[in-house]
Each structure stands twice: as structure tokens, then as C-alpha cells.
């Protein structure tokens, strides 16, 4: 029934809001866009990727330009083509991996995240389909802040100017890649719909070393398509409607036959806008996600675990106000609430046998929800803009439970968890000082928290050779941090960015090692980072620059721990990115990107050590006339050995050289 939920809603939406046309339509200018920044948004320091970059990636993918953002990571350094969708978090500052997201990742306002795992569904988001993406190292209290404990990156769809009536493109890439995408966006009445869709898929690399494979090794097959919907109505000369639906599924085959995972997705939103004198921006959300995922014994090749049914939904929405305060304040005024709930099916096998019989079988889920309340205010003094807010939510962690039935003799077993509830209070201040033309200075702290995931309280996984169990009595993240920095504008087009900062998440959850093979999630006494980050830009003429570097220097605390005094698993020291671009008003462009990441630690124990990684990256268009476009793609141009995983010398590689040749069309 669920599947023809979002098809009805996608069909009725547009129609009742074209229902009554405005009869004055000269004034109307829809945008499809939410609400304008506050002038205190630059002192916390935001980076800014527009349009031009988000079509300059050589692999096509969202976390790929993500990544000239330094500092921001996922759990492993592998893309969405060959990582289990279960490890996409995404994190900023170096704060550690676990798999789940530390950052608050929006897509017009509304969270993306996996409602039972926490991970971000980036084969998705397709940045063709986008317009800008905002980074913002550091908690936030705004809108669903519960859970930017790392920072938030907010991505805004493409508006009807960026988005050609039709657009298509085809490629096709080394070891028989595809990769097909078209949209259609016409005109209705005084709004416009969107509609696009795009399917890749191919036969994959070897992530396994060579001296490491067997007979049952296979490459990262990969296979995956998404749609979205995308409408946008007036209803006043001042406000107007959007809605927004996405259809998802994604396959993928990791190191062995067999070893299949599936991940798939319906979400939906509809947003009021309304920029009068009372600004309001109010949205509602569903998401309807699964996941799949088998386990293959890594000496017999047989099944052992067959995470067969992980079903979730997600709900929420927001209501914000900006009321007329005067010229010089910008009030915010808010209340946002999240509700998921989600269930694990999973069979166990005992694959040292050849008929490879079931053992157990076992049933996991609950229930979260976070209520807020958030007030922040920007007054503006001449130069000078002060900014600070908090919020208040109320969580709750309800109906949880584990329940393990013998597949012999259907005797079973059941743990249930006692419901747990708190209030959490959060805030930030900032300031932001334009000392000239040329100098701006700006200084923020700030507090936010994270709930754990349902994945993290109720949900155990298996990674050849290591298990790591869950932890149903995990207690929130915490973070606290100042930081302070430097804007600098010496000439026109060109933009330096110097920030330091101190960040400390208490009780942080991390995968601590228990023996050799087994890993639980914990709460442990505190990861402190600490650290400066650098940007510039410059556009000059039809070149365009842009870098990034990060240095953070993270330790974990917890007094008589193996690990205290040790740097997070997955964080490393050193990040950097830079990207330089030639794009002509007409006529051939070439884009390039280099990229760093330093040596990090695989363990809490810094037993196993994923080396360091040099990358480079090109894409190259040539404009043929009449709209249509050769382009050229290459990714690991020096075909770098790159590590993402270090299981005891058991070895996992990220993408090695891959080429690509295709053709796009826009008109």
C-alpha cells in the first residue's frame, strides 16, 4: 500500500495548487527556494559549493564534491558505488567515524537522513538536481538542530533558471559502466514542475587486493536508479507552494558472491513559503526506506547472516516565523518535532555446514522522537552583527527490544528495554565584525546533541572479521565548541578564510574493541578536536579557483581505556582539496581536482592504519552546438592505491582509475 502513497500525493499536490490560479500573475516570481540567510549566518563560518562545481564532478556524485569541503568525511573512504550504505554517515572536525551521520544533512530544509541507521542515501541526491550546497562546521540550534553536532550541510534544489526545459545525458565508463539521466521541466501556469530521473550501474572493480582474492571474489557490482518530483506553485504575489517527492533503489555486491546489499527509499515533502512582512517557512516530511544486506563467511563462502528486512519511516516538520521586528533585528521564532521508528529481520546461519542451515533468527526495533523549540535573533549595529539563539527538545527512546528464536528448536529469547526520555537544552552566539571592505572577523560557540540511532542501540553487524554489537544503553552525544576566524577579500573575485576552533563531543559514541573479532558500541568519556581550516577562491576571467585544507588534531579521552589519549578511528590529521577550473563562455572547459587525505586508524586500538591518499580527478566538456556537449570524465587520474579498510591486514580498495565518455543535451 505504501508504494502507491507517494504517486497519489505527487499527482494531487500540483493539481490543487493550480486549482485556483492567481488572477494577478505580473507581480509573482516564484523561486522554489526557502527563506533568505540572516545576516549572522557568515559568522559561523558556512563554505558555499555552487552550481558550476556540483556539474564539475568526475564521478558524478554528491559526496564526491562534498569532499572539497576538508574535514568532512564518511565513515569509510569509499563512494556510494562500493561501501555499504549502512557506513554513508557523514561527520565534519574529524570527531570520529561510527557510520552514522554527526552532521545534519537538509535537502530544501527537510532531513535526508536514514530514519533506523543514520546514513545519508548520497546515490540519491543527484547534484544535477541541485542548485547550491551550504557547509557549516560546528553545532547548530536552527530547525531539526538536534543532531548537528558536527555541523550541517543544507542542499537547495535547482531553480526554474538552472533547470533546462529538457536535459539528457548518456556515459559510458571502464569495466562496462552506465550512466543514464534525463529531466523535464516545464512550465505551469505561474509555477513549474520538475521532473528527472537517472540509472547507473556497472560490473565494478576488485576492492580486494590481489593476494588476497579467492574463487569467490568478485567486484563492486553496482546498480542504481532514483526519480524525483519536484513542483512549485504560487499562491500569493509573496508566497507559494513546493512539494517534493523521491523514489530510490540501490544494489550492491561487496567482496564476495553473494554478498548483496539493497537500500531503497520514498520520501516526500510539501513547504509553504512566505516572504510578507510575517515570513513563514513550514514543511512536513515522510520517508519510507529499507535496507537489505547478506553476510558471506569469509572461509567457507556460504551464507552466514542475512539481514534479510530492515523496514523504517520517518516523520516530521517545522514551523518557523520571522515577524517584523524592526530593520535592525531578524527574529526567528520555531518548533520542529522527528518521529522513526524501525524494525531488523535477520536470519543467522552456520555456514561450516555444506546445506548452510538457518540458526537463528532475530526481530530488533523502537521508536525516537525530538520535539523543539528554537529562538535566535541577528541585530545588525553598523559594521557589526551579533547573532545567538537556543533550543529546547524533549527526546524520547520508546518500545525498544531484541528477540532471538532458535531456527531448531523455536526456543526464544526476548530483551526488552526500559522507555527513556529527557530534555535537552542547546545554544549558540556569534559575531561578526566587517572591519573593512577587505577584513571581516567573526567568533561563534556553541552546543548541540545526538541521539543514537536506532542502528546503534539495537542493531549488530558483521564486517569480516569483526562483530560489532549494539549497545541498547547508549546515552546522547554531546558537543561544545568555540571557534574564531578571518575573511579576507583583498580583491575582487578573490576570497582567503583562515578558522580555528575547539570542539569537545562528551559521551561520544564510538565502536570500541572488546577481543580481536568483537567491537561494541559505547559511550566513552569525550573526543576532543581541535584544529584550523583554510579556504580561498578566486575567479578571475573564465579560471576559477577554489581550496581547502584542514588540520585536526582529535584525541579521545576515557581514563583507564586501552584507547585514552588515541586519535578516533577514521579521522585523519590532514585533509586537502583544490579544484581549478577553466570555463569559457563558449567553447571547450576543463575542470581538475586534487585531493589529500592523510593517514587515519581503522580501530579505536590504532592496530590497523589506512595509509595516506593523493587523488586526482578531471572532466573536460566540448560544446558541439545546438545545446549538445561531449564530455570526458576521469577519476584517480594516477590510479592511486587507496585503502578504506584495514581489518587486520584483511584489505578493502577505493575506486582505481576509471574513465568516462559521454554526451549530454540542455535546452
Do not use: C
Not at 578504506?644 to 580498495?653: E, F, V
Amino acid at each position: 500500500m505504501k508504494y502507491l502513497i507517494l504517486p497519489a500525493i505527487a499527482l494531487t499536490v500540483p493539481a490543487m495548487a493550480w486549482a485556483e490560479e492567481p488572477s494577478d500573475t505580473s507581480s509573482i516570481i516564484v523561486t522554489g527556494t526557502g527563506l533568505s540567510l540572516p545576516p549572522g549566518a557568515p559568522a559561523y563560518g558556512s563554505v558555499m559549493i555552487d552550481r558550476a562545481r556540483l556539474q564539475d564532478s568526475a564521478s558524478g556524485r554528491i559526496e564526491s564534491v562534498l569532499g572539497d569541503v576538508a574535514g568532512f568525511q564518511q565513515f569509510r573512504r569509499s563512494d556510494s558505488r562500493s561501501s555499504n550504505p549502512s557506513n554513508q554517515g557523514a561527520t565534519l572536525r574529524a570527531l570520529g567515524g561510527n557510520a552514522s551521520s554527526r552532521t545534519l544533512v537538509l535537502l530544501d530544509g527537510v532531513p535526508v537522513a536514514d530514519p533506523f541507521f543514520g546514513y545519508i542515501p548520497f546515490s540519491a541526491l543527484v547534484p544535477d538536481r541541485l542548485s547550491v550546497v551550504r557547509v557549516t562546521r560546528g553545532g547548530g540550534i536552527g530547525a531539526f538542530g538536534a543532531g548537528a553536532v558536527a555541523g550541517t550541510i543544507e542542499l537547495a534544489s535547482a531553480t526554474r533558471d538552472q533547470m533546462p526545459d529538457f536535459a539528457a545525458s548518456a556515459f559510458y565508463g571502464s569495466r562496462d559502466s552506465t550512466e543514464l539521466s534525463a529531466s523535464i521541466t516545464p512550465d505551469l501556469g505561474s509555477g513549474y514542475v520538475s521532473l528527472s530521473g537517472r540509472w547507473d550501474r556497472g560490473d565494478g572493480f576488485q576492492t580486494t587486493p590481489k593476494d588476497q582474492r579467492v574463487a569467490a571474489t568478485v567486484p563492486a557490482a553496482y546498480d542504481g536508479w532514483s526519480t524525483n518530483l519536484r513542483a512549485v506553485a504560487p499562491i500569493s504575489a509573496t508566497s507559494e507552494l513546493q512539494f517534493r517527492a523521491t523514489i530510490f533503489e540501490d544494489n550492491r555486491t561487496l567482496r564476495f558472491a553473494g554478498a548483496d546489499s539493497m537500500s531503497q527509499g520514498q520520501d516526500a515533502s510539501i513547504r509553504y513559503i512566505n516572504r510578507g512582512s510575517w515570513q513563514v517557512d513550514a514543511l512536513a516530511y515522510i520517508q519510507a526506506r529499507n535496507f537489505s544486506n547478506i553476510v558471506m563467511s569469509s572461509s567457507t563462502f556460504r551464507k552466514s547472516l542475512d539481514q534479510r528486512n530492515t523496514p523504517s519511516t520517518g516523520l516530521g516538520g517545522k514551523i518557523e516565523l520571522r515577524p517584523p521586528v524592526g530593520a535592525d533585528h531578524v527574529l526567528r521564532l520555531g518548533v520542529d518535532t522527528r518521529f522513526a521508528t524501525g524494525d531488523m529481520f535477520e536470519d543467522a546461519y552456520n555456514a561450516n555446514i555444506a546445506s548452510n542451515p538457518a540458526t537463528f533468527r532475530r526481530h530488533a526495533g523502537g521508536d525516537q522522537w525530538t520535539t523543539g523549540a528554537f529562538v535566535e535573533d541577528d541585530w545588525t549595529l553598523g559594521r557589526l552583527v551579533l547573532t545567538g539563539g537556543a533550543r529546547a527538545d524533549r527526546w524520547s527512546i520508546r518500545n525498544g527490544f531484541y528477540q532471538q528464536v532458535s531456527a531448531t528448536t523455536g526456543a526464544a529469547t526476548t530483551s526488552t528495554y526500559a522507555d527513556r526520555s529527557d530534555w535537552e537544552v542547546s545554544g549558540r552566539v556569534g559575531a561578526l565584525y566587517q572591519a573593512s571592505d577587505a577584513v571581516a572577523l567573526r567568533a561563534a560557540a556553541y552546543s548541540g546533541f545526538r541521539l543514537p540511532t536506532l542502528n546503534e542501540l539495537y542493531r549488530p553487524f558483521v564486517v569480516f572479521p569483526i562483530t560489532t554489537q549494539a549497545n541498547a544503553a547508549l546515552t546522547p552525544e554531546k558537543l561544545k565548541g568555540v571557534e574564531a576566524g578571518i575573511d579576507l577579500t583583498p580583491l575582487p573575485g578573490i576570497t582567503l578564510s583562515a578558522t580555528t576552533f575547539y570542539n569537545r563531543l562528551d559521551d561520544a559514541i564510538a565502536n570500541v574493541t572488546l577481543t580481536p573479532t568483537t567491537r561494541q558500541r559505547q559511550n566513552v568519556d569525550r573526543i576532543v578536536a581541535k584544529g584550523v581550516e583554510l579556504t580561498a577562491a578566486a575567479a578571475l576571467g573564465a579560471m576559477r579557483l577554489s581550496a581547502s585544507y584542514a588540520y585536526s588534531h582529535s584525541s579521545v579521552r576515557a581514563p583507564g581505556a586501552a584507547f585514552d589519549g588515541f586519535t578516533p578511528a577514521q579521522s585523519p590529521r590532514h585533509a586537502a582539496s583544490a579544484t581549478l577550473a577553466y570555463s569559457p563562455a563558449s567553447g571547450p572547459s576543463l575542470s581538475t581536482t586534487l585531493r589529500y587525505v592523510a593517514k587515519q586508524y581503522e580501530d579505536d586500538l590504532q592496530s590497523d592504519i589506512l595509509p595516506d591518499a593523493l587523488t586526482l580527478d578531471a572532466i573536460a566538456r566540448l560544446p558541439l552546438g545546438h545545446g549538445v556537449t561531449l564530455v570526458a570524465r576521469g577519476e584517480n587520474l594516477f590510479d592511486a592505491t587507496v585503502v578504506t579498510r584495514n581489518a587486520g591486514g584483511s584489505i578493502d580498495l577505493g575506486t582505481p582509475r576509471t574513465l568516462w565518455i559521454g554526451i549530454s543535451f540542455g535546452r
